[in-house]
């Protein structure tokens, strides 16, 4: 797009692709590197194009040929972390493999170091209202791992938004704590939800705690969960001792 026709600066954007992107779509991944490509050679000032500023390093990132995630979940699940620091060291190394024309996932932790010294702020974009962010690991690995990292980087966290592109046409941007605070409120602590998981007896109390350990682990990786959302949830199922438990340990671990 034409500087006079885009009327505001450009944006340097950064991916950082998951292994089942990388392995389905090469093709995508060489047009976005190609369109970086394409923006570092145009004669525009830094002011309007930060990209030329920032270095023409790598703008796709993901996890080493034939490795998935984000490699935070060990540490969560094995507890094997201290401070959110940890949680930024895992993402840059187990996420610093570089892709694109002549890069078939080299490893780059300092080009990956210096794109995330530079972000202004983290997007994660959800394509479906199927599930939310508290039903899956993926969040907090991909979203909280780059906001930890992000953060041990610069000394200070960035904003994180979580986008709603559900529908192509009518995209609903949300920061992470208004998703965070909506998910809870809408889902997790809707009766009917609660009512319906507790039909299924034990399936049912695997999902509260599934949900509630994505919640401590987004507290622990992002900051987004409030105490209060832990109370609430936990007041929320009080009839149910065991249930009770698992919330009362993630609230007071978080």
């Given amino acids: ?31 976005v590197d190609s369109a970086a490509r394409a923006v570092f050679a145009l004669d525009e000032t830094t002011n309007f194009n930060p990209a030329k500023g920032n270095g023409s390093g790598a703008r796709v990132y993901g996890s080493k040929p034939g490795a998935y995630g984000a490699g935070l979940q060990a540490l969560i699940d094995e507890r094997i972390w201290d401070t959110q620091a940890d949680f930024g060291a895992a993402y840059l190394e187990w996420g610093s493999y570089a892709y694109g024309k002549g890069r078939t996932g080299n490893q780059d932790r300092k080009g990956f170091e210096t794109r995330l010294g530079q972000v202004e702020a983290i997007v994660q974009n959800q394509d479906n209202r199927e599930h939310d962010l508290l039903d899956s690991d993926d969040y907090y690995q991909f979203e909280g791992g780059a906001a930890a990292a992000v953060a041990s980087l610069q000394g200070h966290s960035r904003p994180i938004y979580h986008n709603d592109h559900s529908r192509p046409e009518r995209p609903v941007i949300r920061t992470l704590d208004d998703e965070m605070a909506r998910v809870i409120h809408s889902r997790v602590l ?53 249930t009770k438990d698992v919330i009362s340990d993630a609230g007071a671990a978080a």
């Fill in 1 to 31: 797009i034409p500087a006079s026709a885009l009327g505001r600066p450009r944006v340097d954007v950064t991916l950082r692709i998951s292994g089942f992107f990388r392995d389905g779509f090469p093709g995508l991944i060489d047009l």
């Fill in 190 to 242: 809707n009766p009917k939800w609660i009512d319906g998981v507790k039909r299924h007896v034990s399936k049912g109390a695997f999902e509260i705690a599934a949900t509630v350990d994505y919640m401590f682990a987004l507290a622990a990786t992002t900051g987004a969960v409030e105490s209060h959302h832990f109370d609430a949830v936990e007041a929320a199922f009080l009839e149910d001792d065991d």
